[in-house]
């Protein structure tokens, strides 16, 4: 898939609609390429132009250059001199790693978290705002916005388990997973149904039920190796 054949109503967005408060127009534009990447808007083994890429995102080409050049930091996307940058393929072998060590830390992280319970009531508000964001897009058919919004989602819930090395190393493993089977349930009006357990698991949190949010964790985490890298929800 060519940047220009991305779908009109995902990556021709404002890019600065999900713009959080202090963020740089370059760190929104890296939040949105991880989105577009994971979601697998962005395919491997095919180039993409700065400039092209800034025009699908309505923005210049600078912008995108620099955010790239992090991905290529990141080991996301290569540098392909004098015509752009070509996303990383993925094998299945390592996607199985990259699971086996989401859960190895997110699901008892989770655990945790509920046992402790949140008391921080504006948190549990922008989770629960985050969580409804997450149907929305789903119903909406935007998978680069549900991507985005999943990867915040988990990211602010870990960061209640009070370990920021944690909450790095889950943003690296989380944007190098590839979620191709999310476009293809959104086009079908089928990912409502896994973008609804995020509403589940903060209320379990709340409930402090911390088998219940540890299972539903690791049930969400098989998710990425089955019916959303691939779509068919026959897999599971």
């Not at 132009?49 to 955010?67: C, D, H, K, M």
């Not at 190393?169 to 089928?190: D, Q």
Request: net charge negative.
């Amino acid at each position: 898939m060519r940047a220009t054949d991305m779908p009109a109503d995902t990556m021709t967005d404002d890019p600065l609609a999900t713009l959080r408060p202090r963020e740089s127009l370059r760190d929104a534009t890296v939040r949105r390429l991880h989105a577009a990447i994971m979601s697998g808007y962005l395919q491997p083994g095919t180039v993409y132009s700065a400039r092209a890429l800034g025009a699908q995102l309505g923005i210049s080409a600078t912008p995108v250059r620099e955010a790239m050049l992090d991905l290529v930091k990141e080991g996301l996307v290569e540098a392909i001199p004098n015509k752009g940058f070509r996303v990383v393929q993925l094998t299945g072998t390592e996607l199985d790693e990259l699971i086996q060590l989401r859960e190895l830390i997110e699901a008892p992280t989770v655990r945790l978290i509920a046992e402790r319970g949140i008391d921080d009531k504006a948190g549990l508000d922008e989770l629960r705002a985050m969580a409804d964001e997450l149907v929305r897009t789903a119903r909406d058919k935007d998978a680069i916005g549900h991507s985005a919004t999943d990867l915040q989602f988990h990211l602010k819930l870990l960061s209640y388990g009070n370990n920021q090395s944690l909450v790095n190393t889950v943003h690296s493993l989380r944007v190098r997973s590839r979620l191709y089977g999310i476009a293809r349930l959104a086009e079908r009006g089928e990912l409502e149904a896994t973008a609804r357990e995020h509403a589940e698991l903060i209320d379990l949190i709340c409930a402090r039920d911390a088998d219940g949010a540890e299972a539903l964790m690791r049930r969400h985490l098989r998710h990425v190796r089955g019916v959303w890298a691939t779509g068919d929800t026959t897999a599971e």
